[in-house]
């Protein structure tokens, strides 16, 4: 079976189907193409089912779905049998290096020779999780956020084998389904966007720790200051505006020898002071709020956002370069 052009997927593979397989699920069966899908949990099939006709609505809400959730899926008894016709295969199976190396050459051995297999994983590296897999140049991380069905970032990130050709295929594929896809220069432990998280996320850890701000304030902090700006364009164009009609030269001149001057960005243990602080301060700003109500007032949040963003022109877009 040759590979299909990327944007004529019509049979993908989903390998583990909890929070990030079932997501993947409704976004491809979304696309129109048929789902086959694997887990080894007890009441698996079930538990997808419910869950697509919780995420169902909420596509169809953002415009990423019409009319009712079609008949396209397929839950199969084993991972052989979920890969043997994919085009696409996206593994979404528990964070734990050994159980992936297994998985992903199982699913190797499996697949069609042309299947693109692509692993959803946090911050496993690449070239270890395909160690035992017979034709690693097909394989490559494809790392979405949490939901993938709205969230539009995808890291990709091929093994020391992967083929730039699949790298390229992967790249219009995920663009093709609607994700904005980012390809990563090199190997590193957590990948790009979840290594900044964790910058950010230490220091207010930090500044829990030293008694500065409480969760609240932190939240305030970000979401109603930088965060709204970093959703727009990111911290590096944003810096770009900081300094007038100078740009980023004239922001580099005022503040370029002092960077992490203020941040801590050391590994921190959470004492149970802080623990306790986290665990009540956001209790305190949930303020009787499920986590269901909050996830759906987050997606209705960035839905609106995204399509106001998009109508606008994103500035970070890629644009075509202008005939000299
Ligand atoms: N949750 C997130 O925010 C998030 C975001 C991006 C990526 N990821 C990554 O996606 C993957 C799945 O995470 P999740 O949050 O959906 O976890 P989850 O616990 O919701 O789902 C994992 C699923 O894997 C299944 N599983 C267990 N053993 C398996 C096996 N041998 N083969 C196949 N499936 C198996 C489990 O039954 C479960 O349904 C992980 O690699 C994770 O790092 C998670």
Redesign the pocket.
Known sequence: MARPAPDKVLRAAV????????AWVALFLARGMTVTA????PG?AA?LDAQLSKIWPKLTKLGLAKGRRPDRLIFTAT?EAAVAQAELVQ??????EA??I??LARLDAAAPRDAVIA??????LPTRIARRMKRPERFLIA????P?YLIPLVELLGCAKTSPAVLAWAMKFYAAIGKTPLLLKKEVPGFLANRIQDAVWAECVHLIEAGVATPEQIDIAIAQGPGLRWAVMGPCLTYHLTGGEGGMTATLAHFGDSVGKWATLKPTRLSAKTRKALIDGTRREAAGRSVRDLEAFRDSCVGSFIRTVTREGRPAAPRKAKPA
Do not use: M
């Open positions: 390998i583990g189907t909890g929070t990030i397989g079932s694997w887990d080894p949990a698996a538990r991972p593994e979404n199976a528990l964070e734990n159980l992936k297994d998985l692993s959803s994983t946090s911050g496993l790392h979405p956020f949490n993938p």
